[in-house]
């Protein structure tokens, strides 16, 4: 199993930054990439970021909305992913979750992903 904890969510202005982390242990060796999704109450979970974890060049994928704003990467010494947000908007406010996978599914899919964090609140004010 792997566990995941994320951290670093909270309130900010809009045009602020956050940089959220998000801490892996347990079998971290049998990842194959990260994600992260966020959620708002009754909206379906959405895709944001996703980067290679194993191996490869550690390419990354990103949500069109967040294009150009949003940087994930990965410290694999740290076993840790970040999520770098900046020029954060009122609609970016939502629960975000850590999520990682053992195959080479699809990186916008939740289906795809076998590990979940507990989440953490994001809510930026206008």
């Known amino acids: 199993q792997v566990q995941l904890v994320e951290s670093g969510g909270g309130l900010v202005q809009a045009g602020g930054s956050l940089r959220l982390s998000c801490a892996t242990s347990g079998r971290t060796f049998s990842i194959y990439a990260m994600g992260w999704f966020r959620q708002v109450p009754g909206k379906e979970r959405e895709f944001v970021a996703g980067?290679?974890?194993?191996?490869?060049?550690?390419?990354?994928y990103y949500a069109d909305s967040v294009k150009g704003r949003f940087t994930i990467s990965r410290d694999n010494a740290k076993n840790t992913v970040y999520l770098q947000m900046n020029s954060l908007k009122p609609e970016d406010t939502a629960v975000y979750y850590c999520?990682?996978?053992?195959?080479?599914?699809?990186?916008?899919?939740?289906?795809?992903?076998?590990?979940w964090g507990q989440g953490t609140q994001v809510t930026v004010s206008s």
């Open positions: 980067i290679r974890w194993s191996g490869g060049s550690g390419s990354t």
């Open positions: 999520a990682g996978r053992s195959n080479s599914g699809r990186y916008a899919l939740p289906e795809s992903y076998n590990y």
